[in-house]
């Protein structure tokens, strides 16, 4: 049989909001829903065909999704399915001083029939519209216009009234009615009666007079009257309690009866026999014939719980829906997802509770709609913004999207939906229903221009009607393409050529319909089922990619999307190369570096060199250039950024890279013993030097033959003696060190037998025995064979000790022959902040964020909710910098997405801490330094800010850093400096000894506290076995703690017998650490200076 669809209208609720719910006022979130008398007929018949079976239904497919005439600044508000299958619309003049009526009929297919408004001379807000039994409609809302136009009676009152006015089919006005007190009356819901009258139902804060005949009972109350056919009035009835009050929904029950719903903020008071006056709360009532009170229910949970729709059920009772933001508890048997849940409770006639059911993700959802479905089940809709998670099953598609729940007859969940248009578009749900053909009809608005996802349609305004149509859940009946998309390429002149897809249906021959997304360069094949060929026009289309969605629809079929894509190439625009400069590298050590440069679209990029030296390569597509020169000097080459489409399109820059010799690198080598020498490879050593200790040196004859080696002459000469020491000044960082060996001795003279254990000894570097027991003849396997030993150590302060000493007495002395040193790597410098905040706009635009343990960062059109994030790090410690890298914790709060922030760097340091706030936020000069790239996963993102660091250490040796978003909307958390841990850093790299100001991470020292030539804190002695004296140097004050650091960066707390300070000569114990041999870093922390002592422990 050909089921009418529900004549019950939904209203739109406004945007998601992230912003708390107003818990003063009732004044959102509380609409309309309202039923026809031959919808909750067919239910009725539909009732007896119930079946179990229906949990076992699969989602339903989209048949088609709509756009519905577009009318600049007229958003829809209303939406209402008709009898003839079409929809009846209601739309809202923003801003909405000069507001009217209008309305607007669409019919099955997406045609407007008519649209007419109506209007007073003041403003006229509509909110409700139902269909009435003779075909026509009654509209009603409020206004507070006089007698004229198209009103006829003057208003009640200087605020607003409830105004009605009943149309005809076609639109026609029939007449019109005003109703009202002394203050704001509000029409919310609408029911025509069995006798042909209406119950008009509404918000009224209005004392007795006007037409209204009782007072208010608190803030605002329920207020609805019943009237006759033509509008008449026959009573009217206030309920409500001492708070505020606001009505969603009336009908009139199957006993004849009037039953009202909506939210409630007031306790026991007035008409209201229970509830929590501080919370909102679910308040059902219901009336007598003559309008007296029979009965109230509240239902609620322990928090928010905002009432939105409400439908009669086939077995007389109600199913209610809402927002919950309230825990398990009161009436509410489960916990919430999110912030804001759907919350759906189902009543009997009497009003009492049968079962409820909370749905939602870990977002925000807001109710739009319930419906009754005519299989005894309820079709729940709304709009999400939650990702995949709670009982939402499908990740969400645009910021918001459109969210149905099917339940079951018992509350349980048979499937849900979500449905979406492209990556940040907006689609707000005003109301689910069911269709004439078993199906669902999702009417809502969809901001956004671009088309994706399940929206077809591109937008030409900010926010239209969307509707879109779902097949039922038995049908299974679908087309296909044999392909999900299609990609054409215009290179200039040249496109490429057409292309096919299979059209398919998986049952029957239904006849097909095919549309695009509004997109004049794509021809659409004839509808049909088969091979369909597309072609392409890029004429006149600017360099750029463009795509279409194609959707083939069939009546009664789940349909089929194809994506369209056309790239139109740039081939007159040439590529811009960005700048490299001129490069240094030492020889024979590796140059690489990264080329990059800027296409324009569709263009492929080509790297090349001409007149680079041999052995020179760069990656063709990913400019990685890499080169290992071998000999000293300086050359010219160029690089080349081309076009692969149209090499004549090319950009270019010429480079010199100066190579440095060995010498000139930052590198030592040493002849120990002897004189200067170059090796067979062009290494030099230089004559023996930074000795100390014993001086004495051996040496062998000239025509001695030293094995395993061409460069004799380094190992026949060598420093000898008890105990000797080289103290080699090195960059900071870590060296390489290679020490050469052979035995010139044992073994080689008569009467000196080559025994391994003639001649051992110790090496130690840095305090660290890196050669132990060391045997010469023992590792090069026979006298006069040369060997080589190499190790890694870290040097701090700018000098390389190395010791060698014997192991016994009876033991010969240790021998060297040449040392090698070479750099690796620098050992960065980490400080953190002296001072960071991060500001918020609006009404928190003076107040400061300094303390807080977090740094906020979001882009938001919401003042409040906006955040950008301030960091002040002091320079004062360096004299160089030649590298610098900005480090902070965090992640995306929100989201699993990534989103990118802008790291911008401020000349302007005039800021505190404590002082800075939105309104006094630096500003001035500044940099764009990079890109924080935030996920999800908690963790420390960087960018390099080398240059803006040097400048800043030139310009006053403080840095500013601000961190802010362009756009993305998701709430950004890193950690602050007043954080336990992850803090922000700022990691350098410079050529200077690392100084006991900057050292090991140490905090800032404020110039407030800097004592310039203040004594420094001594140990003795050093190296340390158990135990040292420290005595305190007097930059410090009081409050002064302990700390030891091993290589690894490993923390040692030292405890103290008494509080230090500045003067205090302490004893220190480090017996009970179980310390390994090597170097430590004691940190010396006061209030005023942090300062780091290099203590080397031996056994």
């Not at 079962?355 to 109710?367: A, C, V």
Request: net charge negative; aromatic share 8%.
């Amino acid at each position: 049989m050909y089921l009418h669809l529900s004549t019950s209208c939904f209203a739109h609720t406004g945007l998601i909001s992230r912003q708390q719910p107003d818990l003063q006022m009732i004044k959102s979130t509380v609409y309309r829903l309202r039923r026809s008398g031959f919808w909750n007929l067919c239910l009725m018949i539909s009732g007896v065909l119930l079946f179990a079976a229906s949990s076992l239904m699969a989602q339903p497919g989209i048949e088609w999704d709509k756009a519905y005439e577009p009318v600049p600044g007229l958003q829809p508000k209303i939406v209402c399915p008709t009898d003839d299958g079409g929809i009846i619309v209601g739309r809202a003049l923003y801003p909405s001083d000069d507001a009217n009526y209008i309305v607007v009929k669409y019919n099955v297919n997406g045609n407007k029939e008519w649209d007419k408004t109506f209007s007073g001379n003041k403003r006229d807000n509509l909110n409700t519209i139902i269909q009435t039994t003779d075909g026509g409609y009654l509209l009603g809302g409020s206004s507070n216009s006089d007698s004229g136009q198209d009103k006829t009676d003057n208003a009640f009152a200087s605020s607003v009234d409830y105004w009605i006015v009943k149309i005809s089919a076609n639109g026609s006005k029939e007449w019109d009615k005003t109703y009202g007190g002394s203050r704001a009356d509000n029409v919310r819901s609408l029911k025509q009666t069995k006798d042909g009258g209406y119950l008009v139902g509404g918000i009224s804060l209005s004392s007795r007079d006007g037409v209204k005949s009782e007072s208010s009972r608190g803030a605002h109350d329920f207020w609805v009257i019943k009237t006759t056919s033509d509008g008449t009035k026959e009573w009217d009835k206030t309920i409500g309690g001492n708070m505020a009050d606001s009505l969603v929904y009336v009908d009139q029950t199957a006993s004849g009866n009037y039953i009202l719903g909506g939210t409630s903020l007031s306790g026991i008071s007035g008409d209201k026999t229970d509830g929590d006056a501080i919370n909102h709360e679910f308040w059902v009532v219901q009336l007598a014939p003559n309008g007296s009170k029979l009965w109230d229910k509240t239902f609620n949970g322990y928090n928010y719980d905002n009432m939105k729709s409400m439908d009669r059920t086939s077995d007389g009772g109600y199913i209610i829906a809402g927002e919950s933001a309230s825990p398990i508890g009161g009436d509410k048997t489960e916990n919430g997802f999110g912030y804001l849940d759907y919350w759906v409770i189902k009543i009997n006639a009497d009003g009492d509770k049968q079962w409820d059911k909370t749905l939602g993700g870990t977002g925000r959802e807001l109710l739009a709609s319930v419906k009754q479905t005519p299989d005894g089940g309820y079709i729940v809709g709304g709009s999400s913004s939650s990702d995949k998670s709670g009982n939402k099953t499908e990740a969400r598609k645009g910021s918001t999207d459109y969210w149905i729940v099917k339940l079951n007859s018992d509350g349980s969940i048979a499937w849900d939906k979500t449905i979406g248009g492209a990556r940040d578009t907006n689609n707000q749900l005003i109301g689910a229903f069911p269709a004439w053909d078993g199906g669902y009809l999702l009417c809502g608005t969809s901001a956004g221009i671009v088309p994706g996802n399940d929206r077809t349609v591109a937008m030409t305004h900010s926010t239209e009607l969307w509707v879109v149509k779902l097949v039922s859940e038995s049908n299974t009946n679908a087309l296909a393409f044999s392909s999900g998309s299609l990609k054409f390429i215009s290179n200039g002149n040249s496109t490429t050529q057409t292309q096919s897809v299979t059209l398919s249906a998986n049952t029957g021959t239904p006849a097909v319909t095919l549309s695009n997304s509004k997109v004049s360069w794509l021809t659409l094949p004839a509808p049909a089922r088969g091979s369909l060929s597309f072609t392409v026009n890029p004429e006149g289309l600017s360099p750029e990619k463009y795509t279409s969605l194609v959707a083939a629809t069939a009546s009664g079929y789940a349909r089929a999307l194809l994506k369209v894509n056309l790239h139109v190439n740039d081939v007159t625009t040439p590529p811009v190369l960005h700048s490299i400069g001129d490069k240094e590298v030492t020889a024979p050590d590796t140059l690489t570096f990264t080329a990059k440069a800027t296409t324009a679209n569709g263009q492929t990029k080509r790297f090349s060199l001409i007149g680079a030296p041999e052995g020179a390569t760069i990656g063709e597509s990913s400019g990685v250039f890499s080169w290992a020169p071998l000999v000293a000097g300086t050359y010219q080459f160029v690089v080349r950024i081309s076009v692969a489409q149209v090499p004549e399109l090319y950009d270019e820059e010429t480079i010199s890279v100066r190579v440095l010799n060995p010498a000139a690198a930052t590198s030592v080598r040493i002849n120990a013993g002897g004189g200067a020498y170059a090796t067979s490879d062009g290494r030099i050593f230089e004559a023996d030097n930074y000795y100390s200790g014993i001086d004495r040196t051996s040496t062998i004859g000239a025509d001695v033959d030293i094995l395993s080696t061409t460069d004799d002459e380094l190992y026949r000469s060598g420093r000898s003696s008890d105990y000797f020491n080289y103290n080699i000044p090195v960059k900071n960082g870590i060296v390489k060190v290679t020490l050469h060996f052979a035995e010139t001795y044992w073994g080689v003279y008569p009467g000196r037998p080559g025994d391994k254990d003639r001649r051992r000894f110790n090496v130690s570097a840095e305090g660290v025995v890196k050669l132990d027991n060391y045997s010469i003849i023992g590792h090069a396997g026979q006298p006069l064979n040369a060997v080589q030993e190499t190790f890694e150590v870290v040097v701090i302060d700018g000098v390389l000790n190395l010791a060698f000493r014997s192991t016994a007495e009876m033991r010969d002395k240790p021998r060297v022959s040449a040392i090698e040193v070479e750099f690796v790597n620098s050992i960065p410098t980490i400080i953190t902040p002296v001072a960071d905040s991060y500001v918020s706009y609006g009404v928190n635009a003076n107040t400061n964020y300094g303390k807080e343990p977090t740094l906020d960062v979001k882009a938001t059109s919401v003042p409040e909710l906006r955040r950008v994030s301030f960091l002040k790090f002091s320079l004062a410690g360096f004299s160089d910098i030649t590298n610098a890298k900005f480090r902070i914790y965090g992640y995306n709060y929100q989201a699993d997405t990534r989103v990118n922030l802008n790291l911008i760097g401020l000349d302007n340091d005039n800021w505190t801490e404590t002082g800075i706030t939105a309104n006094n936020a630096p500003s001035g000069v500044s940099t764009a330094l990079g890109t924080l790239s935030v996920t999800r996963k908690p963790e420390y993102f960087e960018v390099s800010i080398t240059d803006f660091a040097k400048a800043q250490l030139a310009r006053d040796k403080t840095l500013t850093l601000r961190i802010d978003q362009t756009f993305g909307g998701k709430r950004i958390i890193f950690n602050s400096r007043e954080n336990a841990v992850f803090r922000p850093e700022l990691v350098i790299n410079t050529s200077e000894p690392v100084n006991s100001v900057t050292r090991l991470a140490a905090e800032e020292m404020t110039n407030e506290t800097a004592k310039t030539g203040a004594e420094s804190s001594v140990i003795y002695p050093n190296p340390v076995r158990t135990q040292f004296t420290l005595n305190i140097g007097n930059q410090h004050q009081e409050g002064v703690s302990l700390q030891l650091f091993n290589e690894a960066g490993r923390a040692y707390n030292i405890k103290t017998t008494e509080l230090l300070h500045a003067g205090t000569k302490a004893e220190i114990s480090i017996a009970d650490l179980s310390l390994n041999e090597g170097i430590y870093l004691l940190k010396v922390q006061s209030v005023s200076k942090s300062e780091v002592l290099k203590v080397v422990v031996v056994k």
